[in-house]
């Protein structure tokens, strides 16, 4: 059974502080890893996509992949009430496989 | 705009009634996905399509149908048999549904509650 694991928190970050949020995946063969923005009651959006080991930066938001310890990192910096939401991770051979998601509390 | 279409928001279903969900997407995505969330979990894959006329049951096809009779179209039917249906429905496109790694897009989502 292919699982993706998450912290299902939640966590909780001061604002303007990094939030750190992790991944862990079962299937080694995995090529491809996307990090999703939940808010409460809304459908998921993309954040980031990462295919190769090492970082990926995009404004406030890095994702981390390394592939020979199967997991996937996304940090937040200078952390935003606005970024708090569910944060979930999915990870991608032949088919997406979804982690439950992480809870991320920024407090002001 | 680009985009994908789910209707209706909210929907309430009575006790042995079938009801259907629709999805349209604009986007010229060949592949098309439902997907149920509940309250405090992740997303669990019903159904999946990757051309017109062909789909594929995910983990928790029982009590759910399909058809993809247009590339746009996606509708989902929560049958009868579907005893606890009451949860948050998901629809989703991406550009092809085969081994690269083409990001999913969502719809706004529809909330189905049986009363």
């Known amino acids: 059974q292919k699982e993706v694991e998450q912290n299902s928190g939640p966590l909780s970050v001061p604002e303007g502080a990094i939030a750190s949020l992790n991944c862990t995946y079962s299937d080694r063969v995995s090529q491809s890893f996307f990090w999703y923005r939940q808010y409460s009651g809304k459908s998921p959006e993309l954040i980031m996509s990462i295919y190769s080991n090492g970082d990926k930066e995009d404004g406030r938001f890095t994702a981390q992949l390394n592939k020979a310890s199967q997991y996937v990192s996304l940090l937040i910096r200078d952390s935003q009430p606005s970024d708090s939401a569910t944060y979930l991770c999915a990870v991608k051979d032949y088919q997406l496989i979804w982690g439950a998601g992480t809870k991320l509390i920024i407090k002001p | ?115």
């Open chain 2, 1 to 115: 705009d680009g985009g994908i279409t789910q209707s209706p928001k909210y929907l309430f279903r009575k006790e042995g009634q079938n009801v259907t969900l629709s999805c349209e997407q604009n986007l010229n995505h060949d592949a098309m996905y439902w997907y149920r969330q509940d309250p405090g979990q992740g997303l669990r894959l019903i159904y999946y399509s990757q051309i017109v006329n062909d789909f594929q049951k995910g983990d928790i096809a029982e009590g759910y149908s399909v058809s993809r009779e247009k590339k746009e179209s996606f509708p989902l039917t929560v049958t009868s048999a579907q005893k606890n249906p009451t949860a948050f429905y998901l629809c989703a496109s991406s550009l092809d549904g085969g081994l690269t790694g083409n990001t999913i897009y969502f719809g706004e989502g529809s909330w189905l509650t049986v009363v």
